[in-house]
């Protein structure tokens, strides 16, 4: 198994320009979650699915930011627009519903300019 | 709310010398706590977990439920252990609470 795996690696952007994060979890894995990581905050959730179903987004940061999960071995990370304070390290993350260990993607590092 | 806190940023030790990062956690009865670790350019990965009990490249933990804590140890710090460090703790299995994270920098 790859692992998950997230693309784009690397994204740089204009401040106000749509930004799509994509991520495929690991094959049967039915839980996937969201991270941003900063120097600032750390390692933050924003949001994880249960099933492709949102059961949590209280971490996201504002409505400029949308997550979906329109199946089990997809889903998206949307931020509209972008601003620089979003620059950071996106991570993805599945796991098996009910257990506790959590398979990170590599990240996508997304800068705003 | 569920809380991690790791009260260091970074910490910086000597080749050989040894090395504890610290963690603490809010109380909920039984917590699953876990210390994932990122070094340069690489992705997260789950270092160890209180549950196995087990070392990881030398590192292990204590659950002190007293002091609500998961310190991570090792004897004899490596350069290549310079990274990232977050603790983490499992919330009631629905998603996990990652503390800040601690820098850990090994000086030769």
């Known amino acids: 198994d790859a692992g998950v795996i997230q693309s784009p690696r690397h994204e740089v952007t204009e401040m106000g320009q749509e930004v799509t994060l994509r991520c495929k979890p690991i094959?049967?894995?039915?839980?996937l979650f969201w991270y941003r990581q900063t120097m600032m905050r750390g390692l933050e959730l924003l949001i994880y699915?249960?099933?492709?179903?949102?059961?949590?987004d209280s971490g996201m940061p504002e409505d400029r930011f949308s997550a979906k999960m329109p199946n089990a071995s997809f889903s998206t990370l949307k931020i509209q627009p972008s601003e620089p304070r979003d620059s950071a390290v996106y991570f993805c993350a599945s796991s098996l519903l009910g257990k506790e260990t959590q398979y990170f993607g590599p990240g996508t590092r997304l800068l705003v300019l | 709310a569920q809380r991690v806190t790791q009260p260091e940023k970074l910490l910086s030790v000597f080749k050989g010398a040894p090395v504890e990062l610290k963690c603490n956690y809010s109380y909920s009865g039984s917590p699953e706590l876990f210390w994932y670790v990122q070094y340069s350019r690489q992705r997260l990965q789950l270092l160890l977990r209180h549950i196995s009990r087990e070392s990881i490249k030398g590192f292990t933990a204590d659950l002190n439920k007293g002091e609500t804590s998961f310190h991570l140890k090792k004897p004899f710090a490596q350069e290549e252990d310079s990274a990232m460090y977050y603790c983490a703790k499992d919330n009631y299995g629905q998603n996990f609470v990652f503390g800040p994270g601690t820098r850990l920098s090994v000086l030769p």
């Open positions: 094959s049967g894995h039915n839980s």
């Open positions: 699915f249960n099933n492709n179903v949102p059961i949590d």
